[in-house]
């Protein structure tokens, strides 16, 4: 099946820097999504682009689908930023159309 | 907006006991899934359901596990002897004709 890895793992930022996590996956896909999970353990969906880029308020989003790769940037973290960071994809063909996830990065914001 | 919603929220019961886990998907979803979270590890697909009948099962979907749209709304997970190592967050998910997956917000169930 598809490989899904994030990096980094774990990620600690003082509030108000900036960060970027990447995800990387080992085939074609036609579905990426980026969820937040927060501390209550719901996942949030956070953007829906398996190509392009996407903004909504502080965060943004890059899929390469090309190269195989996605980037979510957070500018300005704030302490509810923290949690784990989650990207999932779906491999392009065939009529499965379930999400393979990595691992996820663990972000810990600091006021 | 349309969300999909799960019952209960946490649920607590004895090794061997059955438990039935609800979602309702969003109304005009055709494509609806089970996922699972144990503890401190990554998101995996169980399972997906579409035209009332199951598309694609992973290799933990096996036949202590099942999934029944009972009426127009509904999508229920059924274990029936439950183990200790089915402790975990369980999601429900729903998608249109689009890729795009929406998830619920978990049911956190408790194997003692």
């Known amino acids: 099946g598809i490989q899904v890895e994030q990096s980094p793992p774990d990620l600690i930022l003082q509030e108000g820097a900036n960060s970027t996590l990447r995800c990387n996956f080992s085939?074609?896909?036609?579905?990426l999504q980026w969820f937040h999970q927060n501390p209550w353990g719901q996942l949030i969906n956070l953007f829906y682009?398996?190509?392009g880029t996407k903004q909504n308020g502080r965060l943004s989003a890059t899929t390469v689908a090309t190269e195989r790769y996605s980037l979510l940037y957070i500018s300005s973290s704030q302490t509810t930023d923290s949690g784990v960071y989650f990207c999932a994809v779906r491999r392009r063909g065939g009529s499965a159309r379930q999400l393979t996830f990595g691992s996820g990065t663990q972000l810990t914001v600091l006021p | 907006e349309p969300e999909v919603t799960q019952t209960p929220s946490h649920q607590v019961t004895q090794m061997g006991q059955e438990v039935i886990l609800r979602c309702v998907p969003i109304?005009?979803?055709?494509?609806f899934y089970w996922y699972r979270q144990i503890l401190g590890q990554k998101v995996e697909f169980l399972v997906s359901?579409?035209?009332?009948?199951?598309?694609?099962k992973s290799e933990i979907f096996d036949d202590q596990f099942s999934v029944e749209r009972p009426d127009g709304s509904n999508f229920t997970l059924k274990i029936r002897s439950t183990k200790l190592e089915d402790s975990a967050m369980y999601f429900c998910?729903?998608?249109?004709?689009?890729?795009?997956?929406?998830f619920g917000p978990g049911t956190r169930l408790t194997v003692t």
């Open positions: 998910a729903s998608s249109s004709e689009s890729y795009e997956q929406y």
């Open positions: 109304s005009n979803h055709l494509y």
């Open positions: 682009i398996p190509s």
């Open positions: 085939d074609s896909v036609n579905n």
């Open positions: 359901f579409y035209n009332n009948e199951i598309s694609e």
